[in-house]
């Protein structure tokens, strides 16, 4: 009998504890209590929780809930309508949307990467590397660093006769998108084989390793001397000083390092091609000083949204994140080394996008 | 007359301990109906080929004997397969003496004090989550095992075939079993010295008194009356390591596509290829790849059902017989 009153009790505590909840949650307000559900890429995860600490609507009470799942997880929970955004690195596939019409990829952000590498004493060198010595290295057929071919790129450099570990992301991820991306237009060989996407059908090789996250990928370097990887932009502060990046020779032949800059040249030349649905692939830019890897962000959300109200708080706060004085201003993305949107990208094709999210009437 | 709150504590008990059946049922017909799409593309060769190709989700998707699924994918699961295999054997290879000494020592040579201080540090241990584990991995024996242990093994024990070849990192099927063990050993420990502490008292007097030895008691007497319970110690352990994730994803160098050439080779295991590749499967408008872990989840879950279910069944066994035949002196 005791133990069923021990468990009255707990009932009890427990709706009450609900109603207080409840109460504090319902009370009078004069702005209406909205919720934005974010969840996908982890590259975007900390400039969301940044964003969602310091968005304020004119409108609405807006909270903004975020989630690090992945981008494939975001897209998937956006189409199931679990999440209002899906946060992702890649825009959907051609197949994806015609089995899913009615999402919307709308680019909010641009993002690029290191080919990074821990070759002790040479850390603070910028080797050239090209897609194909890199696709090379992938595919076991370039296995020492005095390779002839990466020798040839980088004269008067004196590289170590060590065997070359590849590392690639174990868990699907746009950072292997955007790298497989670069490799599959720069060498027509992996084009063929591997192709790309947030996970591809990987070169067997008996030295690679897989290794989970950007994080992952970096301590797994950092312990092992003569590694190769893809490193996203946003942790260019936990690499510095602890491993080197190439510079990557681009599609006009120029050996380019990864800068803000250079980055914005690339997609600066894709400007007038940008379709107006967003999906667009920016690596592999024509131009002197493009640097050949970069990507759109994405937030994938439904066009037709469940009620008049959080349609229109979705539409104030993708534009606020577009805005150089609201979300794309530098102070929360120069610490994440994220790129705002070139405002003629904002105008033509961000801003018509958000424009077509409705309501179910 | 029962009293009527004992026929609803009775009604709701029942209703709640039918949950976990129903759970396991759900779990069970949820992998199987979704394995179905992949085991009619894939056949045999699911289990015979170690090629995890995802395909190209960006281009149009192809059909294949009237099936839709992405370009140039194929999906066989040997090396994770393997990976599991392999990593759970030699881990219950390293944990199986430690177990059984470590539990005769508590039991007959440590003093009372000492004996408790260690078996709740041992209890303490299967409290550990498994991330610590697999960061201490990293951070520890990796480097360990690169530097100084792996070219020593092969060096010295490079005669054994799988023991010689390249070593490319400190991860692999090597820290993923050292891993595994630590993470094995608190249960298989506990069983053990359960079983000892269980076994008859009149029985291991009976062998001193009659002149034997410790040493002679512990490996006569003990240890060949608790055989069954080892056994099943093990198979929890296998069980255990079986289905581990986190800590194995962390060091076993997570490979695609090759296998492994020899012990430092790195792997991939089932558990651990299921967590990290299914994101990307949401890229596939096809769903061949969502079928294919399904499929992968499915044969994992029968792997660990049955090395569960065969543990459980002989430790209980051992236990039954083991106090009958006490009872009977």
């Known amino acids: 009998m005791k133990k069923v009153y021990i468990a009255t009790i707990g009932i009890v505590v427990i709706l009450v504890i609900a109603g207080i909840f409840v109460a504090i949650n319902s009370g009078p307000q004069q702005k209406k209590n909205i919720t934005l559900s974010e969840s996908g890429s982890t590259l975007l995860y900390p400039v969301f929780n940044v964003w969602a600490k310091n968005y304020t609507d004119p409108q609405y009470n807006v909270t903004i809930t975020t989630q690090a799942t992945g981008s494939g997880t975001g897209i998937s929970s956006a189409i199931k309508g679990t999440v209002i955004i899906g946060a992702s690195d890649t825009y959907m596939s051609n197949s994806l949307m015609s089995a899913n019409p009615g999402m919307l990829n709308i ?22 590397l090209s897609g194909p010595i890199i696709a090379g290295i992938y595919n076991n057929s370039i296995q020492y660093w005095d390779d002839q071919k990466i020798q040839s790129l980088n004269p008067g450099i004196s590289l170590p006769h060590e065997r070359i570990i590849p590392v690639y992301r174990s868990d699907g991820s746009g950072d292997t998108a955007m790298f497989t991306s670069f490799l599959s237009k720069s060498c027509s060989w992996w084009n063929n084989t591997v192709g790309y996407g947030t996970n591809v059908n990987w070169p067997s090789n008996p030295a690679s390793h897989g290794a989970t996250g950007n994080a992952g990928i970096i301590s797994f370097m950092e312990s092992n001397p003569y590694t190769i990887s893809y490193i996203a932009m946003t942790y260019t502060n936990q690499i510095a000083g602890k491993l080197g990046y190439a510079a990557l020779i681009n599609r006009n032949g120029v050996a380019v390092l990864p800068t803000t800059q250079t980055v914005m040249n690339a997609a600066a030349q894709y400007l007038n091609q940008i379709p107006p649905d967003g999906r667009i692939s920016i690596t592999w830019a024509p131009g002197n000083d493009s640097y050949p890897i970069a990507t759109f962000e994405y937030l994938i959300v439904k066009q037709v949204q469940p009620d008049k109200d959080t349609a229109q ?25 994220l790129i705002p949107l070139p405002s ?17 009437s | ?88 054997l030699i881990a219950l290879i390293i944990a199986f003496p430690i177990s059984i000494v470590v539990s005769l020592a508590v039991n007959l040579y440590v003093n009372e004090k000492f004996k408790k201080l260690i078996i709740s540090l041992i209890e303490l241990f299967a409290a550990i989550p498994s991330v610590l584990y697999g960061l201490w991995g990293i951070v520890y024996l990796e480097p360990l095992l690169s ?34 063990c630590l993470m094995i050993l608190p249960i298989m420990t506990s069983v053990i010295n359960g079983s000892i502490l269980n076994f008859s008292t009149s029985i291991k007097e009976g062998a001193i008194a009659l002149g034997a030895t410790r040493y002679e008691m512990a490996r006569l007497i003990i240890l060949r009356g608790i055989k069954i319970q080892i056994f099943g110690a093990a198979m929890l352990g296998l069980g255990r390591a079986l289905g581990e994730t986190m800590a194995v994803l962390m060091v076993s160098g997570s490979v695609f596509n090759i296998m492994p050439s020899n012990i430092y080779s790195p792997i991939n295991t089932m558990a651990e290829a299921l967590a990290s590749l299914l994101d990307s499967a949401f890229m596939d408008s096809t769903g061949m790849n969502l079928y294919a872990l399904s499929e992968l989840g499915l044969t994992l879950m029968l792997i660990t059902l049955a090395a569960s279910l065969i543990g459980r069944f002989i430790v209980g066994l051992g236990i039954i017989r083991g106090f009958t035949r006490g009872e009977e002196i």
């Open chain 1, 313 to 337: 708080a979705l539409k104030n706060f993708i534009l606020w994140i577009v805005n150089p004085n609201g979300g794309s201003s530098s102070k929360y993305l120069n610490q994440f080394y």
């Open chain 1, 107 to 128: 680019p909010i952000l641009i993002s690029s990467q290191y080919v990074a590498y821990n070759l002790p004493g040479l850390n603070n060198i910028h080797l050239n």
């Open chain 1, 344 to 360: 003629s990208v904002v105008n033509s094709v961000t801003v018509p996008l958000v424009n077509k999210i409705t309501y179910a």
């Open chain 2, 1 to 88: 007359m029962p009293h009527k709150l004992d026929k609803i504590f009775y009604f709701l008990t029942f209703l709640i301990s039918i949950i976990p059946i129903f759970l396991v049922l759900m779990l069970f017909s949820f992998l199987l109906y979704y394995s179905i799409p992949s085991i009619k593309y894939n056949g045999l060769k699911f289990f015979t080929s170690y090629y995890w190709y995802p395909g190209q989700v960006y281009l149009p998707p192809v059909n294949i004997n009237g099936i839709l699924v992405p370009y140039g994918s194929s999906f066989g699961i040997l090396l994770f397969l393997y990976g599991t295999l392999i990593t759970s």
């Open chain 2, 147 to 180: 530097n100084f242990i792996e070219p020593a093994m092969n060096k010295y024990l490079g005669f054994i075939p799988f023991f010689s070849g390249n070593i490319y990192s400190g991860a692999g099927i090597l820290a993923s079993s050292i891993i595994l």
